[in-house]
């Protein structure tokens, strides 16, 4: 198919599906990627190639049925995606009234804090979404009096897990240094004292980091090695059984391939369980290096102006029989074939 032959990702007939069915909500390129739910890349070849078969046109970076794309919708049934996404929890099902003073005294650090750059493939969730991490955390158990460690911060977790007042004790590993050095400042201010490890984990986590936290959090590109060594990092860096972690998958960097076999890793090598995975949890702003990304040469080249990346949020639990990993990894785990935001 040339759809295939230009992405290099498996596509369906029901790929090709959800993207007319967006395509019905919507004209704007990276909300269609968004309700579509398919690989970013994938989605933009589709698009490109139902053009040129004279299915869709673009008219000002708008993407809209031809009259002959009207037919073939009609001719499949298709219908539009419609979201029944509720407003107050924005979908994840966690409400942060709770914690709205710890979302106001959040945003202070939030607007202060480093802009995402291209090299570590960073791009921070919104505020809401941070404190819902955390109150997601603390209704799991996850979180108060616990011992914590987050895998790469620029989501600033670590901060508003301070904030809250809920850990035991809080480490991090990150490593870019202008993040270190802002939750440094910011954890003096705070008065909680926060461990930070400025380190690539590539490199295998130092032995006063194994087996002494109850509960880890990354967000980690997602390449098959980087969710493997992230992931393995974290399961090294806890206890013992009936600890937790949490990462976030998107669909818009990963296909149900990658899914398959990532939840085969969690399942067949790691020996863990899946306790949790919340749609749409992980809610991203907008980077501002977005025209040096593979995402831009994909898209319509007009700049996104609402919310479209998202990831879902997983949560797993060790077990009698759990493996980790602690090797050293000396690869590229920055592409992939399906990566769109680096």
Known sequence: ??????????????????????????????????????VLVLVSDI????????YL???????????????????????EKTSFECDSCE??????????????????????????????????????????????????????????????????????AALSGYPKEIAVIEIDSRITDFISKAAKEIGFDIQIHERDLREPLPSELVGRFHTF??????????????IGRGITSLIGERCSGYF??????????????????????????ITDIIRSFNKYMNWDYIKETKAWNKSTKWIPEDIWYTSYLYRIETLSGTKSRNERVDEDIYQDVESSTS
């Open 1 to 38: 198919m040339e759809i295939e032959r230009r992405s290099g990702i498996k596509c369906y007939e029901r790929s090709i599906e959800n993207v007319l069915s967006s395509v019905l909500v919507t004209s704007d390129f990276w909300k269609i990627v968004k309700d579509s739910e398919e």
């Open 47 to 54: 698009i490109n190639v139902l053009e040129e078969k004279g």
């Open 57 to 79: 046109e673009e008219t000002n970076g708008k993407i809209s049925l031809t009259d002959k794309g009207k037919q073939l919708i009609e001719s499949m049934k298709l219908y």
């Open 91 to 160: 979908g994840r099902g966690i409400s942060i009234e709770e914690h709205k003073d710890l979302l106001k005294e959040f945003m202070r650090y939030h607007e202060k804090r480093p802009k995402p750059i291209r090299k570590y493939d960073q791009g921070f969730v919104t505020p809401s979404t941070t404190i819902a991490r955390i109150s997601f955390m603390m209704e799991k158990g996850d979180l108060g009096g616990k011992r914590i460690i987050v895998l790469g911060d620029d989501d600033l977790v670590s901060i508003a």
């Open 217 to 230: 959090f990354t967000d980690p590109p997602e390449t098959l090695k980087a969710l493997q060594l992230f």
């Open 248 to 273: 976030g998958l998107t669909r818009v960097e990963a296909s149900l391939e990658k899914w398959r076999e990532i939840q085969r890793i969690l399942l067949d090598d790691f020996k863990v369980v």
